[in-house]
Structure formats: C-alpha cells, structure tokens
C-alpha cells in the first residue's frame, strides 16, 4: 500500500529527486497522506528530458548506443534450432494468402495450410460435452442454466472443488489439479486394462511438447564426447531435433522401415547406438506411437524388441503417445508403452524408466488451443523426480482450461449417463471421418506417377516417396545448387508437410 512512499524515499536518498514539490499519496483504501517527498509526475519528467538530451547529444556526436542483443551475442543454441511445421515454407504461404486477400492473382483462389495437425482449423466441430463443462469451469454462473447437463454441471463442480478459491483463473499446484490427477491415473489402469497407475506420477503439462521439453532438460549433460545422445525416429516430429538443437545435445537418428511401412527394426537400433557412442552418450530413446508423421501404429513385438533394447542398453524412454485414439487400420491396435513393459515382467517393469505423453491437441477431440497434456514417469530416481518437481514450479503451472479439457477427455461420459449418446456419436463421427480421410490420401497419393505412399494406420498424416526423375535432379542441381528440398529425404519432415 506505501510502495509509492517507499520508492519516493529511495530517490530522495538518491539525489534523484531534488528540488522537487512534495507529493499527496493517496492509497488503495483511499486515505490520503501527506509526503515530503518529491513530485513524481514532475521528477519522471525530468529525467525523460534528460535521458532524452543525453540520446540527442549521443547522435550529434555520431556514437548509437550499440544493442545488446544481436545476431552475434545470440545465444548459438538458438540460431542452431530448426522447425520445418513453422518454417519458410509455411511462412511463404502466409505471404501468398496476404496477397490473394489484397486482390493478387495466382493460378489458383486459396492456400491450404497442412503443415500442422490442427484439426479445428481445418472445421473439425468441437465436441459439446468437453466445451460444456469447460464452460461451467470458466463461467460457474451457468450452473444454473438448464441448457446444460448434470453431467457436464457435476465435472465442472469437482474441478472447480480442487481450485483455489474455486476459479479457474488460480494458480494450481505446479504437477496439476489433485482431482484430475487421480482421473488421468484411472483412466490409464481402465486403458491397460488394470496396470496400476500411481496419480502422483502423473504430471499435468502444457500441451505435450511442454512435457517433452522438461524431460529432455533433466536429461541432457555432458561436454564433448560425453555429451547426452538422444535417439529419434526418422522421419520425426522436428519439435524432437529442435529441442536437441537448443540444449546442445546430440541428434542420433534410427531410420524407420519405410518398406515394412515404417515399423521399428531392431538391427537399426543397435546400429544407431553403436555408431553414436563413438562421439556421445546415447542416454535416451524417443518413440513417437502412433507415428508423426509416417503414420505407422508400432505391433506389441515391436514394442517389446525396444523396451528389451531400452533395458539392455541402459537407456531412459520417452513414448510419445499423443495419438493413441487414432488407429484406422482394421488390423491394427494400440499398445501403450507401459502396458507392454508391465507384461514384460517385474524385472523390465521395475526398472526400465519411461514417460508416456498424451495431449488434448490430438485424437477426437483436436483441441490444439487449450494447450492441455499430461506425462506419467515409470521408474525415475526420487531425488530426480524432486529435481522435476523443482523444474515444473519454475513456470507455475499449466492453463487450469486446459487441464479441465483433460479431465473430459480422460473421465468422459459413461453409458449410463444421458449425455453418453451425443458425446459417442460425435466421437465416432470424428474417428470415421478422420479414418476415410486417411485411405483416401493413400490412394490419391498411389494413384499419381512418381509418388509411392503406405498405408495410413493412424495419427493424422501421410509420408510419401517422391520418385525424382534423374534427368530433373541433375537440372535441379545445375541450376540451383544449394536446394536441399528433395535431397533431405527421408530426415526432412517438410516433404510430407508440404504435401
């Protein structure tokens, strides 16, 4: 309340502030107090004005103040870091789309943006039973309105129990609301079909990237040869090689089986290791499954050949599970990490250390904006799970909307309840549409000359080989030497994002 006097007086000790009138402060309660300080108003001028000579004397003498922050004192990490799904080409279509709305012509009336899997942008509708108890969490007064369920109204109010002061708009505690702690470790013993889940394992994040970039700081150390290794899939998601880049650790990539439509091969693994310990530390593997963006859905035998690789090679393992409710393929299913551990046996289960990461950005739900996730830790060493802790308190905690949105994604309508049969319907007409739209890219794609593509068992993407005819590579390279587009395959993701 006396912060205005305090700071007057510190001037005044200063010297800033002499030959200044003195100033009435009036508090936050209204009571108005004399001071013998300066004026503020006034003395803010003064030194404005003079800052402000000072600036102009500056420039007739020919000497700018040089700027801090340049391309040279940059940290390096950070001009090193690369994200394709928001790159040139993404920002070059922004510009075509700015100039089709001025009035510009070009051969064709709009650009599709599908560099990034953002389902609403796309017109994907909103699923009402998740916006509706959103809505309760943001705006209680409608508790009262009959247009919503009991429901959706009973969700809202057990959120909203484990807020502080009841609101939405509170800090929660840095891991997560309590509540929607204990309903994300049900919902993933209801998924595996009875593995426990410990709900103080599971941490709540912002958006799954938020979770992948935490654990990936915990793990990366080390100078030079002994510097941190992280094995990626390739073809990969580039927030995992930007991620790399700005923590100064070492990209070890193992190359997906495009001719086995992108499965995991056990050899590739060993030889990626092996080669990597030559100039790193390989400490960690990241699986991304299903896969982004070859949209592969990994078999149990697959899974089991890496977590035994995990166990024999000592290495931390991190499933990207975001994509776990989109599986079209009729043959296909999907097995979580966990759960194949878990049935590996106790001596795999109680020592392999995993996270698993979902997202409420994927799915049937598509609900990029919210920025809601979460991450359950398998096995980590308690004192490295306070340091998380620790990590996790630094940005407070993630958007409470968001961990509401997860919370109705991972406790939804059940059966018995009147809201289930909308919610289902809507749920499945999504996963349909999604699933068509996913074989009807695969055959669009194989029925063009020069373009080979796999099947599409899951997530939201297609990656497909483009066939370059010689004579057209050689012009390429005659008249435009430094153009990498085509010749980064299969590690470049802007093929299948272009596309």
Same mark, same amino acid.
């Given at each position: 309340?006396?912060?205005?006097?305090?700071?007057?007086?510190?001037?005044?000790?200063?010297?800033?502030?002499?030959?200044?009138?003195?100033?009435?402060?009036?508090?936050?309660?209204?009571?108005?107090?004399?001071?013998? !300080?300066?004026?503020? $108003? +006034?003395?803010?001028? *003064?030194?404005? /004005?003079?800052?402000?000579? #000072? %600036?102009?004397?500056?420039?007739?003498? !020919?000497?700018?103040? $040089? +700027?801090?922050?340049? *391309?040279?004192? /940059?940290?390096?990490?950070? #001009? %090193?870091?690369?994200?394709?799904?928001? !790159?040139?080409?993404?920002? +070059?279509?922004?510009?075509?789309?700015?100039?089709?709305?001025?009035?510009?012509?070009?051969?064709?009336?709009?650009?599709?943006?599908?560099?990034?899997?953002?389902?609403?942008?796309?017109?994907?509708?909103?699923?009402?039973?998740?916006?509706?108890?959103?809505?309760?969490?943001?705006?209680?007064?409608?508790?009262?309105?009959?247009?919503?369920?009991?429901?959706?109204?009973?969700?809202?109010?057990?959120?909203?129990?484990?807020?502080?002061?009841?609101?939405?708009?509170?800090?929660?505690?840095?891991?997560?609301?309590?509540?929607?702690?204990?309903?994300?470790?049900?919902?993933?013993?209801?998924?595996?079909?009875?593995?426990?889940?410990?709900?103080?394992?599971?941490?709540?994040?912002?958006?799954?990237?938020?979770?992948?970039?935490?654990?990936?700081?915990?793990?990366?150390?080390?100078?030079?040869?002994?510097?941190?290794?992280?094995?990626?899939?390739?073809?990969?998601?580039?927030?995992?090689?930007?991620?790399?880049?700005?923590?100064?650790?070492?990209?070890?990539?193992?190359?997906?089986?495009?001719?086995?439509?992108?499965?995991?091969?056990?050899?590739?693994?060993?030889?990626?290791?092996?080669?990597?310990?030559?100039?790193?530390?390989?400490?960690?593997?990241?699986?991304?499954?299903?896969?982004?963006?070859?949209?592969?859905?990994?078999?149990?035998?697959?899974?089991?050949?890496?977590?035994?690789?995990?166990?024999?090679?000592?290495?931390?393992?991190?499933?990207?599970?975001?994509?776990?409710?989109?599986?079209?393929?009729?043959?296909?299913?999907?097995?979580?990490?966990?759960?194949?551990?878990?049935?590996?046996?106790?001596?795999?289960?109680?020592?392999?250390?995993?996270?698993?990461?979902?997202?409420?950005?994927?799915?049937?739900?598509?609900?990029?904006?919210?920025?809601?996730?979460?991450?359950?830790?398998?096995?980590?060493?308690?004192?490295?799970?306070?340091?998380?802790?620790?990590?996790?308190?630094?940005?407070?905690?993630?958007?409470?909307?968001?961990?509401?949105?997860?919370?109705?994604?991972?406790?939804?309508?059940?059966?018995?309840?009147?809201?289930?049969?909308?919610?289902?319907?809507?749920?499945?007409?999504?996963?349909?549409?999604?699933?068509?739209?996913?074989?009807?890219?695969?055959?669009?794609?194989?029925?063009?000359?020069?373009?080979?593509?796999?099947?599409?068992?899951?997530?939201?993407?297609?990656?497909?080989?483009?066939?370059?005819?010689?004579?057209?590579?050689?012009?390429?390279?005659?008249?435009?030497?430094?153009?990498?587009?085509?010749?980064?395959?299969?590690?470049?993701?802007?093929?299948?994002?272009?596309?």
């Amino acid at each position: 309340m006396y912060r205005l006097q305090s700071l007057a007086a510190r001037s005044l000790i200063a010297g800033a502030l002499d030959h200044c009138t003195p100033l009435t402060l009036t508090s936050l309660t209204g009571v108005r107090h004399k001071s013998q !300080g300066p004026s503020v $108003e +006034k003395c803010g001028q *003064m030194r404005f /004005l003079t800052a402000e000579a #000072k %600036a102009s004397a500056g420039r007739l003498d !020919g000497k700018m103040r $040089e +700027k801090t922050l340049t *391309m040279d004192t /940059l940290n390096p990490q950070v #001009k %090193a870091v690369e994200y394709a799904v928001r !790159g040139p080409i993404v920002l +070059k279509a922004g510009e075509i789309e700015r100039y089709l709305e001025e009035g510009g012509t070009k051969p064709f009336s709009e650009v599709i943006k599908a560099n990034i899997g953002d389902a609403h942008a796309m017109g994907q509708q909103p699923i009402t039973f998740l916006r509706q108890v959103v809505a309760l969490c943001t705006f209680p007064e409608l508790m009262d309105s009959p247009s919503f369920p009991e429901d959706a109204k009973w969700r809202a109010r057990r959120i909203l129990q484990g807020c502080g002061g009841h609101s939405l708009g509170s800090y929660s505690a840095s891991p997560g609301v309590e509540c929607i702690r204990k309903d994300i470790a049900a919902y993933i013993e209801q998924r595996d079909e009875g593995v426990p889940s410990d709900w103080e394992n599971i941490y709540l994040t912002t958006g799954a990237s938020d979770g992948i970039m935490t654990i990936l700081r915990l793990l990366v150390s080390g100078k030079d040869s002994s510097r941190t290794g992280v094995m990626i899939p390739i073809p990969q998601y580039p927030l995992y090689s930007a991620a790399i880049s700005e923590m100064d650790a070492v990209q070890v990539n193992y190359y997906l089986d495009e001719d086995n439509c992108w499965a995991l091969d056990i050899n590739e693994l060993h030889r990626a290791y092996q080669a990597a310990k030559q100039h790193c530390q390989p400490r960690v593997i990241c699986i991304i499954n299903p896969g982004n963006p070859t949209g592969q859905v990994q078999s149990k035998k697959c899974i089991e050949e890496v977590l035994h690789f995990a166990y024999e090679e000592n290495l931390f393992v991190m499933s990207d599970e975001v994509y776990q409710d989109n599986v079209y393929a009729p043959d296909c299913q999907f097995h979580s990490f966990k759960k194949v551990l878990y049935e590996m046996g106790p001596e795999y289960f109680s020592s392999v250390e995993l996270v698993s990461f979902h997202s409420t950005s994927k799915g049937y739900t598509g609900e990029c904006g919210f920025r809601g996730g979460y991450m359950e830790v398998i096995n980590m060493d308690p004192e490295v799970k306070a340091q998380l802790v620790k990590l996790l308190s630094v940005r407070l905690c993630p958007p409470l909307a968001g961990q509401a949105a997860m919370d109705v994604i991972v406790n939804p309508p059940q059966p018995e309840e009147h809201t289930f049969k909308q919610f289902h319907q809507e749920k499945s007409s999504v996963l349909g549409a999604l699933a068509e739209k996913a074989k009807l890219t695969e055959q669009i794609l194989n029925a063009v000359p020069g373009i080979k593509c796999n099947p599409v068992q899951g997530a939201m993407y297609a990656f497909p080989r483009i066939f370059i005819p010689p004579k057209a590579v050689e012009e390429a390279k005659a008249s435009a030497p430094t153009i990498c587009f085509w010749h980064c395959y299969p590690s470049c993701p802007l093929v299948s994002r272009a596309l």
